[in-house]
């Protein structure tokens, strides 16, 4: 069974850059496509970013755009998220995703995804 863990988040200052880790155990993960969502709190679960399976393509929020990068690494069945520009606003729970999607209308759709890490803390703060 797909099981997911989301590490390394943190406390960083307006600027600064973190790396979001999310590793699977039981299965290949290139085989599936991988969401990163956020939830601060009192919203809305929303999508952040998107890779396809095999990592053939990516997606990304508008407000994420040109600051965050989402990557794999079959070797070590791990999907990143890597996060710079750092802003307050960013601060929230960050989760990962997995399902084996085949072409949706909106990969950013949290409803698209059936397994779900546990999330890591990300908060963005002077």
């Known amino acids: 069974q797909l099981q997911l863990v989301e590490s390394g988040g943190g406390l960083v200052q307006p600027g600064g850059s973190l790396r979001l880790s999310c590793a699977a155990s039981?299965?290949?993960?290139?085989?599936?496509?991988i969401g990163w969502f956020r939830q601060a709190p009192g919203k809305e679960r929303e999508g952040v970013s998107f890779i396809s399976r095999y990592g053939g393509g990516t997606k990304y929020a508008d407000s994420v755009k040109g600051r965050f990068t989402t990557s794999r690494d079959n070797a070590k069945n791990t999907v990143y998220l890597e996060m710079k520009s750092l802003k307050p606003e960013d601060t929230a729970v960050y989760y990962c995703a997995a399902d084996t999607l085949g072409t949706v209308a909106d990969p950013l759709d949290p409803l698209n995804f059936g397994y779900w890490g546990q999330g890591t803390q990300v908060t963005v703060s002077s």
């Open positions: 039981g299965v290949t993960l290139r085989y599936y496509a």
